[in-house]
């Protein structure tokens, strides 16, 4: 037996499920599961079935199906439930609760009513797909789904052009083909990633610019469950001539340090590179 039972806190936990692989689940996952005293899900028939697989009963607990638009009636009475000191968990139909999946509202009306609200977390296609990418993880920008229409999208995407960081996207199989196209069009032949099936059988990543991507998707379509990550915009190429003249005036008033920190700075350069160029022109007078 993998969980155990344990007495919960009154509050609402969300739970963390599988995005394929059902042995991603967690062990604290489980535990909360067998020791809620009230169950909600997303897809109730998917969560019984998780449970089944990974043996905890139900002991007499009923499935409540809940997402942000199932209307006041269900959130109420799932808030009801912790007010009279219940532990109520709650499981999306795979992986993280609210990312791209229901249970903000029910998060924030809980918060707001002062109740307990915890998390069992864990996995999470954008994260599991930024991991495997190749593409810079030190900042990123999660968009979701885009829009299904190409004018909508590309509006879309115009205004995530300038994020200084990872782009993620969720994708259906019909449609990624000319997201990538419009990708390609709107923000330039950048480096990408397809990720599809992650944790699962046929799990696949293509790393390769928008624009060969879109073409070798023409060549070899794909199923299954999709996320793109696109890399953030280039720093524009700066002459050697500006940078010089740049690194020029800044050397009146700073050391060569300081000089060198601010020209990276305002051209998005590392500072090693734009130190050396400081250093031979403060030497050459
Ligand atoms: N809550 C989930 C999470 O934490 O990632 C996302 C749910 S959202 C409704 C479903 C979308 O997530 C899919 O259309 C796909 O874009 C992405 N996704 C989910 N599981 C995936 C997987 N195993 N491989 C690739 N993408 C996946």
Do not use: W
């Given at each position: 037996m993998n969980h155990l039972n344990v007495k919960l806190a009154p509050g609402l936990y969300f739970v963390a499920t599988p995005i394929g692989t059902a042995r991603d689940i967690t062990l604290r996952a489980l535990d909360v599961l067998a020791s809620a005293d009230v169950l909600a899900a997303e897809d109730t028939r998917s969560l019984r079935k998780l449970m089944e697989i990974h043996g905890v009963p139900l002991t007499g607990r009923r499935i409540i199906a809940y997402h942000d638009h199932s209307g006041g009636g269900a959130q109420a009475k799932l808030l009801e439930e912790v007010a009279a000191g219940k532990s109520v968990a709650y499981a999306s139909e795979a992986g993280m609760p609210l990312i791209a999946d229901p249970g903000f509202e029910l998060s924030r009306a809980a918060a707001e009513a002062g109740h307990m609200v915890t998390c069992a977390p864990g996995p999470v296609a954008a994260a599991t797909a930024l991991t495997l990418a190749g593409l810079p993880t030190d900042?990123?920008?999660?968009?979701?789904?885009?829009?299904?229409?190409?004018?909508?999208?590309?509006?879309?995407?115009?205004?995530?052009?300038?994020?200084?960081?990872?782009?993620?996207?969720?994708?259906?199989?019909?449609?990624?083909?000319?997201?990538?196209?419009?990708?390609?069009?709107?923000?330039?032949?950048?480096?990408?990633a397809l990720c599809r099936e992650l944790t699962k059988k046929f799990e696949e990543i293509r790393r390769a610019p928008l624009a060969d991507l879109a073409a070798n998707l023409a060549e070899q379509p794909v199923k299954g469950e999709i996320v793109l990550l696109v890399d953030r915009a280039q720093a524009a190429e700066v002459s050697e001539r500006d940078l010089q003249s740049d690194l020029q005036a800044a050397l009146q008033d700073n050391s060569v340090k300081d000089a060198a920190a601010i020209v990276a700075e305002l051209h998005g350069l590392p500072r090693r590179k734009v130190y050396q160029l400081a250093l031979q022109q403060a030497k050459e007078g």
């Amino acid at each position: 037996m993998n969980h155990l039972n344990v007495k919960l806190a009154p509050g609402l936990y969300f739970v963390a499920t599988p995005i394929g692989t059902a042995r991603d689940i967690t062990l604290r996952a489980l535990d909360v599961l067998a020791s809620a005293d009230v169950l909600a899900a997303e897809d109730t028939r998917s969560l019984r079935k998780l449970m089944e697989i990974h043996g905890v009963p139900l002991t007499g607990r009923r499935i409540i199906a809940y997402h942000d638009h199932s209307g006041g009636g269900a959130q109420a009475k799932l808030l009801e439930e912790v007010a009279a000191g219940k532990s109520v968990a709650y499981a999306s139909e795979a992986g993280m609760p609210l990312i791209a999946d229901p249970g903000f509202e029910l998060s924030r009306a809980a918060a707001e009513a002062g109740h307990m609200v915890t998390c069992a977390p864990g996995p999470v296609a954008a994260a599991t797909a930024l991991t495997l990418a190749g593409l810079p993880t030190d900042a990123f920008f999660f968009a979701g789904f885009l829009p299904n229409a190409s004018a909508a999208r590309k509006r879309r995407l115009e205004e995530l052009r300038e994020i200084p960081g990872t782009l993620i996207f969720y994708e259906s199989p019909k449609r990624v083909a000319a997201s990538l196209a419009d990708m390609a069009a709107v923000l330039g032949n950048r480096p990408a990633a397809l990720c599809r099936e992650l944790t699962k059988k046929f799990e696949e990543i293509r790393r390769a610019p928008l624009a060969d991507l879109a073409a070798n998707l023409a060549e070899q379509p794909v199923k299954g469950e999709i996320v793109l990550l696109v890399d953030r915009a280039q720093a524009a190429e700066v002459s050697e001539r500006d940078l010089q003249s740049d690194l020029q005036a800044a050397l009146q008033d700073n050391s060569v340090k300081d000089a060198a920190a601010i020209v990276a700075e305002l051209h998005g350069l590392p500072r090693r590179k734009v130190y050396q160029l400081a250093l031979q022109q403060a030497k050459e007078g």
